[in-house]
């Protein structure tokens, strides 16, 4: 009885042994989401990537400036050890493009419905691009203390405009918990961009009402990605209707060598 035991417990610890060098062989998914989400927009993306043994962080964007978050998203990535994979939705895209800078472990980034500016680019400048876009007409700008704006979608606009492809009950949940982003975030210009360094993957709705998907064509042409994928019919949250397809790309980036 005590071989069998002893022979047990080594399966056991070789076995944990097996699954911890994997999971520290797979880079970190670090997940940056955008305005007028959440951290726990990412969670249908989560749980695909944990299902496959991934570590996954979905860091807290603070919307407040493209500089400063960016540098909120680079001590996240400076405390992670091994390589990561930079994951970024609309404004998100601008922060892990700055936020990668400097960052040897930075395997890769992909933009999910995301800007992905160059050097002076603001998110403003790129959505006017090209025609499309009808966010400006769903916003609803509330006035801070300080003088600036916060800039949120009103919330009967929301599913139409941020979450065409989300069942109307989950869209309105969305619209509830939705973070805003300040005015002045949307318009500062982005420093070098890194994805003319490290390689980069996009991946964007055919029906997004928020960044024409002309602009996003534009970029990812633009940015040589690795690959680039439409879904069609699909929305700006496609982090939320389409996590099974996000968390595919980020996966083939992640294996890339």
């Known amino acids: 009885m005590r071989a069998l035991a002893l022979v047990y417990a080594w399966c056991v610890s070789d076995s944990a042994t097996a699954q911890a060098a994997d999971h520290q062989a797979k880079p970190t998914i670090v997940l940056v ?73 930075v395997k890769a980034l992909v933009y999910v419905a995301g800007f992905a500016p160059d050097k002076g680019e603001s998110s403003l400048t790129l959505s006017g691009k090209f025609p499309g876009s009808t966010l400006g007409e769903a916003l609803l700008p509330v006035a801070r203390p300080d003088g600036g704006q916060d800039l949120y979608i009103q919330p009967e606009k929301f599913h139409e405009q941020f979450a065409a492809d989300v069942p109307a009950a989950q869209a309105s949940l969305m619209a509830a918990t939705q973070r805003p982003v300040a005015d002045a975030a949307l318009a500062e210009p982005s420093d070098a961009p890194s994805w003319k360094t490290i390689p980069s993957y996009a991946i964007y709705g055919s029906a997004d009402r928020n960044i024409p998907p002309a602009v996003m064509k534009f970029m990812a042409e633009r940015a040589h990605s690795v690959k680039t994928i439409v879904v069609e019919g699909g929305s700006h949250a496609l982090m939320v209707s389409r996590p099974e397809a996000i968390a595919l790309l980020i996966k083939e980036a992640a294996s890339a060598q």
């Open 33 to 105: 989401h955008g305005a007028f989400a959440e951290s726990s927009s990412w969670n249908g993306v989560i749980a695909e990537l944990n299902r496959d043994g991934f570590r996954t962080i979905a860091a807290a964007n603070p919307l407040r400036g493209v500089a400063s978050d960016a540098a909120a998203v680079s001590a996240v990535i400076g405390s992670i050890g091994g390589p990561v994979v930079l994951v970024g939705h609309s404004y998100g895209g601008p922060v892990i493009t700055e936020a990668a800078n400097g960052k040897n472990n």
